[in-house]
């Protein structure tokens, strides 16, 4: 026997993870650890909170993890509550569809992470590190490859915020999610492995 390792090809569930009203939210999903980078997420809102308030925009910091308590007290500390809510663990499939903006931020690959492909599905502009195979998923038209520090993440939230003026971007990114995360796929993929 070879002993060999397969990137998995992600899939969504389209009855869930599809755009619905969309609002002035800006998520970051995942476990609140050092490789995701929480941290910096909130330092980058923290830049351009005026800007932000300005827009009328919401962030939401969903996970939880070592970082929690860190991050909850740098929002508290900046006073910047007003426009961060930092909730635990949230059911993406009842956030992503309603935001706008989307933060996949971790240090080796955003690929196949499972909450940028739903973010992806349900229409958001997303902003990723680029890193590993992350080009897979993210397109220029319906979002940015960024270096992972504070200013970039900073810059790449204003830019989101005014492509999202128009979402025009949706209907690619939709049409971009239906082609490449259906369970099809995943099928043909295993199959394949397991009769080679």
């Known amino acids: 026997h070879i002993k060999c390792t397969a990137t998995p090809i992600p899939f969504t569930d389209p009855n869930l993870f599809y755009p619905k009203e969309k609002k002035n939210l800006i998520v970051f999903l995942g476990r609140m650890i050092p490789i995701k980078h929480p941290m910096e997420a909130v330092m980058a809102v923290f830049q351009v909170k005026e800007f932000l308030r300005k827009n009328k925009y919401k962030v939401i910091?969903?996970?939880?993890?070592?970082?929690?308590?860190?991050?909850?007290d740098y929002v508290n500390?900046?006073?910047?509550?007003?426009?961060v809510d930092i909730p635990g663990y949230v059911d993406s499939s009842k956030l992503l569809?309603?935001?706008?903006?989307f933060l996949s931020l971790q240090d080796f690959n955003n690929y196949p992470s499972q909450a940028l492909i739903e973010a992806i599905s349900c229409g958001c502009w997303c902003i990723a590190t680029d890193v590993g195979e992350t080009s897979l998923l993210i397109k220029e038209e319906f979002g940015d490859l960024i270096d992972l520090n504070v200013n970039?993440?900073?810059?790449?939230?204003?830019?989101?915020?005014h492509k999202c003026e128009k979402m025009d971007f949706i209907e690619s990114e939709i049409q971009f999610a239906k082609e490449n995360f259906n369970i099809q796929n995943s099928i043909k993929y295993y199959s394949y492995?397991?009769?080679e």
Do not use: F
């Open 61 to 72: 910091i969903g996970g939880s993890g070592i970082l929690l308590d860190k991050v909850r």
């Open 77 to 83: 500390e900046n006073n910047i509550s007003d426009i």
């Open 97 to 101: 569809t309603n935001a706008k903006i």
């Open 152 to 161: 970039s993440i900073a810059q790449a939230l204003v830019k989101a915020v």
């Open 193 to 195: 492995i397991i009769n």
